[in-house]
């Protein structure tokens, strides 16, 4: 296992998983239990590379389960880990497209993007974060991207305001895009669906639903999308924003906060 801080709550970690790198697309994801005590967490395959048999996963500590993750440490294993889950993303044969990504979210846009770029698409990837001290990846999504639009909540680094502003200035300004792909917080992808949509341009999400066997058994990460009900872990993740219903999503990611909160204060004494 190799390991990377890529900012004070940001880890990168490179897995040995030979049969996931194997079979691994843009837009899978795993699950992993760190251990026998573990819960089930679903977390984006941010790379991989089929010849040294390695998937890389990048995730934000932000509760217990990731904050046991992040405590790993080179030649460290993890319990188990079972992918490659969920549908691969589908691009539509699309040609000129933008890749919106919010934050951690940017782990899961630079795979799309990479994608994209290879095939021969241009990618303008607009990546949005709350300060300069934050930013992940930014050489690696330059790397796979026509025109890279670093943003800033506060201003600290490249443009000021938010990925909204941005799209909204470049598609004004002339951008044709066939396709739109926003991941990142929900109200973020919200958003970006709601200021393509006058333009009719075809708005790909990523959807986090709370997710248990990501297998399509259980429903907890049941979405409404165009009034009917999908299950993210194998109809998705990916879906057409335009007709995700964002406000029940919000609601439904919300159900365990307190649990998970007094869970993270057991373990870390309070301290987060
Ligand atoms: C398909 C998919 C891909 C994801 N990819 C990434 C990624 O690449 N990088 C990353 O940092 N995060 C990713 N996430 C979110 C990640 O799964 C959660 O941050 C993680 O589960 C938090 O667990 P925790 O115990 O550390 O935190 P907790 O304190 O338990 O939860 C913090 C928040 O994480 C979400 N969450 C908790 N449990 C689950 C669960 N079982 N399934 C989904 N969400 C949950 C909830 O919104 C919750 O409020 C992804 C989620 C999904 C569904
Ligand atoms: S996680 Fe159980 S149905 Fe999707």
């Known amino acids: ?62 509760g217990a389960s990731t904050h046991k993750l992040a405590q790993l440490n080179e030649g460290d294993s993890i319990l188990d880990v079972v992918g490659p889950l969920g549908t691969a993303t589908e691009y539509f044969g699309a040609k000129r497209v933008a890749v919106v990504g919010g934050g951690v979210g940017c782990a899961i846009a630079y795979p799309q993007a990479k994608q994209l770029f290879e095939s021969g698409a241009e990618v303008d990837l607009i990546a949005g974060f709350r300060s300069k001290d934050i930013i992940i990846l930014e050489e690696e999504m330059k790397a796979v991207s026509t025109g890279f639009y670093l943003c800033t909540d506060d201003g600290s680094a490249g443009y ?40 009719g341009i075809k708005t790909l999400v990523s959807l986090n639903p709370i997710m248990i066997d990501g297998t399509g058994m259980c429903g907890g990460c049941r979405v409404t999308v165009d009034g009917k009900i999908r299950y993210a872990c194998v109809d998705g993740p990916d879906f057409d924003g335009h007709k995700v219903d964002f406000d029940e999503l919000m609601r439904r990611n919300g159900t365990y906060k307190k649990t998970e909160h007094d869970h993270l204060c057991r373990l870390t004494g309070g301290v987060r």
């Not at 066939?178 to 006058?198: H, N, Q, R, S, W």
């Open 1 to 62: 296992m190799r390991k990377c801080q890529l900012n004070e709550t940001t880890v990168l970690l490179e897995i040995e998983a030979p049969y996931i790198a194997a079979k691994a697309k843009a837009g899978q994801f795993i699950i992993y239990r760190v251990d026998e005590y573990g819960e089930r967490v679903p977390l984006t395959i941010a790379d991989h590379d089929e010849k040294k048999g390695t998937i890389t996963i990048i995730f934000q500590a932000i």
């Open 160 to 199: 000021h305001g938010f990925v909204t502003n941005k799209l909204k200035d470049l598609i004004d300004g002339g951008r044709n895009y066939d396709l739109v792909i926003a991941i990142g917080p929900v109200p973020m992808m919200k958003f970006v669906c709601k200021t393509t949509e006058p333009y």
